[in-house]
Structures are given as C-alpha cells and as structure tokens.
C-alpha cells in the first residue's frame, strides 16, 4: 500500500457522535498541532427516523434539531494526523470519533 | 384481580411457560422494533401509521389473548404486571424526558393556543359523549362514580398522535405546521398525564399521589449523587435507571397511584439535571421509545378483552364524531394563516388521529381497578384510535 509522504496532505474528516466526545477531539486537535479546522453540527440516521416517528415524545421537534453530534473537517500533513489518529484511537470507546483521512491532490486557499 | 394477571394463561400448560411465550413475544418485538429493518420498514407510509401507533404490537397482542385465538386466556399470570407498570413508568419517563427549561420555553405563542383550546374541547367532548353512553348503557349509575372514567377518558382525547410520515407531511414547504404538530403531540401527552391523574384523584388519593412524587423526587436526587458526572460505563447506567424506575413504579403501586405521574417527575428532573450522566440516560431513554412503545402495546393488546354490551363502541363512536368534528376547527382558528400555508394540506387530518398515550393512560386506569368499566374504556379508546388512524389514511388515498 502506498504511504504518503509526512508532509503530504490530507483531508481529515472525524464525527465526534456526543457532546463528551467532541471535547477531546478539540483538544487532541490542538496537541497535533491542528489549529484550522470547519466544525458542522450534524445528525445521525437514528436521530431523524426518530424524530419522523415519534410515539410518545415530540415536544423536540420544537428546536433545532441539534443532538451534540458534530463533523470535523480539517486539511492537515499526514505526520500530524497520524499523531492525531494515535491519541485519539487510546480514547475510551464511548468518546472515540469516527475518523476518516483523504488525499488531498489540490488544496486551495490554505494559508502555509 | 389486576387486568394482566386475569389476562393469560397458555391453555393446559402451566403459568410460567404461559408467562415465558408473553415474555418471548415481548423481547423479540422490542428487538425487532430496533432493527434495520424495523427502521426500513417505517418508511413506508402505511407502515410508518402500523408503527407509530403500535398497532403490529396491539395486534399481536390481541392474537394472543382472549379475543384473538384464544391461545390465552383470562387467568393469573401475576407475573405480568410488573412488566406492564414498568412499561407504564417508562413511558411516563419519555414524556417527563421532554419537559427540559429550553424547550418549553420555545413552545410558541400559537401552539400553547391551541394545546390550550384542545385540551378544553376535548376533554369537554369526550366526557359529554362518554357519560352519554354510560348512561345509555347503565341509567342506575351515579355520575359520581362514573366520573373517573369521564376524567379518564376525557384526558385521553387531549392531543393528537405526532407521526406524519403516513401523511406524507414531512414536506419541507409546511415544515413549521410540521413542528408544531409533533411539538403539541409531544406537550398533549404531558398535559393528558397530568390532567388525569389530578382530575381522577378520588378523596385520600392525594395522599397516594404526595408519597409517589416524594419518592420520585428522593430517587432522582439518590440518582444523580451516586452517578455524578460519570459518562463512561453505559451498563451501569443502565441499571441505576431501571433500578430507580422500579422503585418508583413499585411505590407507586403499592401505594394505590398510577405509575406515570412518579416517573413523569422523575424524567423532568433528570432532563433538567446538568451532567453527563443525565444526558447519556436522555439519549438511552429515546432510543428505547420504539422497543418500550413494541412491549406495551402487546401487554395492551393481550388485556384487552370482550365487554358486554355495545356502550364501548358507542363511546368510540362519539370520540371519533368530536375528533373529526372538533378537532380541525380548533386547528384552524388557533393556527389561522398557518393551516392554510402550501404544503400544510396534508397535514390537516394529523389532529384527528388519536394519541398513543390515550391507551396508556387507560391501561394505567386498568392496572389500578379491572372492572368492566375499565376495559370497555380501554375497548373504546383502542377502537377509537384505530378508525382515527385509518380515517386520514382513506381521504388521503380519495384525495
């Protein structure tokens, strides 16, 4: 499989699922040296099936619809995600993100 | 006797294998309910309706008992009830989940309007034609005894079921009608919790009442000084939870009360409670609706049994007249311009489906007294809900 190279770029996406484990992707964010980065508020599948059948509950439907999962989106060198993606992979699994890393063939408007 | 306890009993085999198939049956239909699926299945409209008002589980429910095969029958399975005021309580605690600061404080002006109107109309309505039909039925009976049952059903035909999906109301165009329908289907259920169980109060009740919100009260502060800001262990949650909600439904039950209004209290403490412990029970408490909402509807359907006389389709009758009467006017003169926005036609007929909660509030009702009064109130307010369910689905099929 090819390695890309440490200071090769990536497109880094993670969702943090609960409002606990948003914090320490902040904070591992930081410690990778990953200060730029998009944060979306977000919605699992579960949560909007949930919310299109309610049974006894639906007073929520009141607010919008935020339920604290949230999407990271950061363009970052491949040696700082992988400093990342260790600390983040020794969390507790409750508060583990789902993360996924792309390759970054263009990238625009990126300050070096 | 209790409902559940005379409900069943596998003919010729002995109480615990009957109370074991009712219980098999409950696991796997909460099981399924939280499957793929389940979730695939619900979106199709009609099975979205079968779903959302717990209609597959009522009627696996009635299969089972007296007045489907027979296969079970009315004796004592006094394991039953337990799960029954379990399931009670939970459903009692989803609806208290909801009663969180920032969310009522959104409720908007035109909502509370209308709630307001709908729960005058409606419990007006439904205790007319309900002490009509008893009357009809049983001349020689006082009104004073009949009047738990008039409050009972009176605080059942508040609101109106929050499932659009059969409508095909989810339509981005009417989405705030949309929010506002599920957002009032949400406050209805808690306005009927507490209207019947205050309005239904019989003298030394109150007492009965005071000592099971006292000890909701003790249990959640018990809860959250032993569970603290923990987030992490999720079966130890889980357990303080269902622990605390036993002993609450129990106390509840021994003192003579309903369990909904303990565990009403209990889930508006905890969803104002700050912690994280408190939000991992909130997120734990709505996945579960679909899988509490399976269990009790089955326990529901398997009570239900065969009342003499016709009063209680007289008394289904006379609620589905006042929700398709009343109901939409008051929708459209609380919501004015709202109702007539693009998209919002759709949804005209949600008001008048019944609320799921109606069956519960009567299966409380059940739990606590099994007369036959009891059962051809919760024969009505099940027949009631039904041809409230598929009426808007044939004039949405016409239309």
Redesign the interface.
């Known amino acids: 499989m090819h390695e890309p190279g440490s200071n090769e770029l990536q497109l880094l996406v993670l969702i943090a699922r609960?409002?606990?484990s948003f914090d320490p992707v902040v904070t591992a964010l930081l410690d990778a040296g990953i200060t730029g980065a998009t944060v979306l508020e977000s919605r699992g599948i579960?949560a909007i099936?949930?919310?299109?059948?309610?049974?006894?509950?639906?007073?929520?439907?009141?607010?919008p619809q935020a339920t604290?999962s949230r999407v990271i989106l950061s363009i970052a060198t491949t040696e700082r995600i992988a400093a990342l993606m260790r600390y983040l992979d020794q969390l507790?699994r409750?508060?583990r993100p789902i993360g996924v890393t792309l390759p970054a063939r263009q990238v625009l408007g990126l300050e070096p | 006797m209790n409902a559940l306890a005379s409900a069943t009993t596998l003919r010729g085999l002995p109480e615990a294998i009957a109370a074991l198939a009712v219980g098999g049956t409950a696991l796997l239909l909460a099981f399924l309910s939280l499957t793929r699926p389940a979730?695939r299945l619900?979106r199709w409209p009609l099975a979205?309706a079968l779903?959302?008002g717990?209609w597959i589980a009522l009627a696996c429910g009635v299969a089972l008992g007296p007045l489907g095969t027979g296969l079970l029958r009315r004796e004592s399975v006094a394991e039953l009830e337990p799960l029954g005021q379990m399931c009670l309580a939970w459903?009692g605690l989803?609806?208290g989940?909801?009663?969180k600061g920032?969310?009522l404080a959104?409720?908007?002006a035109p909502?509370l309007r209308w709630i307001t109107m709908d729960a005058v109309v409606s419990f007006v309505g439904a205790a007319v034609v309900t002490w009509w039909a008893l009357r009809t039925a049983a001349p020689q009976v006082d009104l004073r005894v009949m009047w738990p049952l008039l409050a009972m059903i009176g605080a059942a035909s508040i609101g109106w079921s929050?499932?659009?999906?059969s409508l095909h109301g989810?339509d981005a165009r009417a989405s705030s009608v949309?929010?506002?329908i599920?957002?009032?289907?949400?406050?209805a259920?808690?306005i009927a919790i507490v209207a019947s169980d205050l309005v239904t109060l019989k003298p030394g009740g109150s007492a009965s009442l005071i000592t099971t919100l006292a000890i909701a009260a003790a249990a959640t502060v018990a809860l959250r000084s032993t569970l603290g800001t923990e987030?992490?262990n999720?079966g130890r949650l889980t357990l303080a939870l269902l622990g605390t909600l036993a002993l609450v439904a129990g106390a509840a039950a021994l003192a003579g009360a309903s369990t909904l209004p303990g565990a009403f209290l209990l889930g508006m403490a905890i969803t104002n409670l700050r912690g994280?412990s408190m939000?991992?029970m909130e997120?734990l408490v709505?996945?579960s609706?679909?899988a509490v909402?399976a269990v009790f509807f089955l326990l529901s359907g398997i009570i239900l049994g065969r009342t003499p006389g016709w009063w209680p389709w007289m008394i289904a009758g006379g609620l589905l007249f006042v929700r398709i009467v009343a109901k939409p006017i008051v929708a459209r003169i609380a919501l004015g311009d709202a109702w007539d926005q693009p998209g919002a036609q759709r949804l005209r007929p949600a008001p008048v489906r019944q609320a799921?909660?109606a069956v519960?509030l009567a299966v409380a009702a059940l739990l606590a007294h099994d007369t036959v009064a009891e059962r051809g109130c919760l024969l009505a307010l099940v027949l009631c809900g039904l041809g409230s369910g598929v009426l808007p689905l044939l004039w949405r099929a016409r239309s």
């Open positions: 609960t409002e606990e579960g099936i949930r919310s299109e059948m309610p049974i006894f509950a639906g007073l929520a439907a009141l607010l604290g507790p409750e508060r | 979730a619900s979205s779903l959302g717990g459903i989803l609806v989940m909801q009663m920032t969310l959104a409720v908007p909502l929050g499932e659009l999906r989810l949309a929010a506002l599920q957002g009032g289907a949400g406050l259920s808690a987030t992490g999720q994280g939000r991992r997120r709505a996945e609706e679909p909402a799921p909660i519960a």
